[in-house]
């Protein structure tokens, strides 16, 4: 059991490159996560989903965007990298129902670069 | 929206040393979680505390949960090397919404 997958582990981007953070589960979560950290500031919810087909903004959504076509697969993609956009980025997901949710599993994170 | 603070924002204990850290929250709780970070790695779910009173233990970290104060501790009795790293709280707002969290509190734990 896999858990949620973050590929690549580290990348460093050119300012104005375009890249996609990919991010799979294997467990079956309806929602997944995209939150990014910067040091000293905790985490910041870029964008999620409640299920395929359907997303949300989060609290710094500018400079991103995501797609969720199927349960498992949640990407995020960087438009014109810029500097400000370096951080360490993690993908979460749960398995949430009207009860509340259950606890998030985490990936391991993407460290990004923008030079 | 809802803000989450912990404190301290680092903390250096002597192994063998008891330790106590906050989280308190600028609105009602609905669900308190902690999770730990081992530096550069992701996020170890700990516990989940959904009740005003609620307290849960695993091994030998306590964490409670205080409704009236908005306020969550998490305390380690007898301290290791292995429990050093990044301690965050997160909590959201009721209806599913998206878990908010603190800056963390950074341990480190010294022979």
């Known amino acids: 059991n896999a858990g949620v997958t973050q590929t690549p582990k580290f990348r460093i981007l050119k300012i104005g490159q375009s890249m996609t953070l990919q991010c799979a589960q294997d467990m079956n979560h309806n929602y997944m996560y995209w939150y990014r950290q910067d040091p000293g500031m905790g985490l910041k919810l870029i964008y999620y989903?409640?299920?395929?087909?359907?997303?949300d903004k989060g609290e710094v959504p500018n400079g991103y965007n995501v797609s969720r076509s199927t349960t498992e697969d949640f990407p995020l993609r960087l438009e014109l990298a810029a500097p400000s956009q370096t951080s360490v980025y993690f993908c979460?997901?749960?398995?949430?129902?009207?009860?509340?949710?259950?606890?998030?599993?985490f990936g391991s994170g993407t460290r990004l670069t923008v030079v | 929206s809802q803000e989450l603070e912990q404190s301290p924002q680092s903390l250096i204990v002597q192994e063998g040393k008891n330790l106590t850290i906050n989280c308190t929250s600028s609105k009602t709780l609905y669900g308190l979680y902690w999770y730990k970070q081992k530096y550069g790695e992701g996020l170890i779910f700990l516990m989940m505390?959904?009740?005003?009173?609620e307290e849960k233990s695993h091994e030998k970290i306590t964490a409670k949960l205080d409704e009236k104060k908005q306020q969550s501790s998490l305390h380690i009795t007898a301290s290791q090397p292995s429990h050093a790293g990044i301690y965050l709280c997160g909590a959201d707002e009721g209806g599913n919404t998206p878990l908010v969290f603190g800056k963390g509190t950074r341990l480190s734990v010294i022979a």
């Open positions: 979460a997901s749960s398995y949430s129902t009207r009860g509340g949710n259950y606890g998030y599993t």
């Open positions: 505390l959904q009740k005003g009173g």
């Open positions: 989903s409640v299920g395929a087909g359907i997303t």
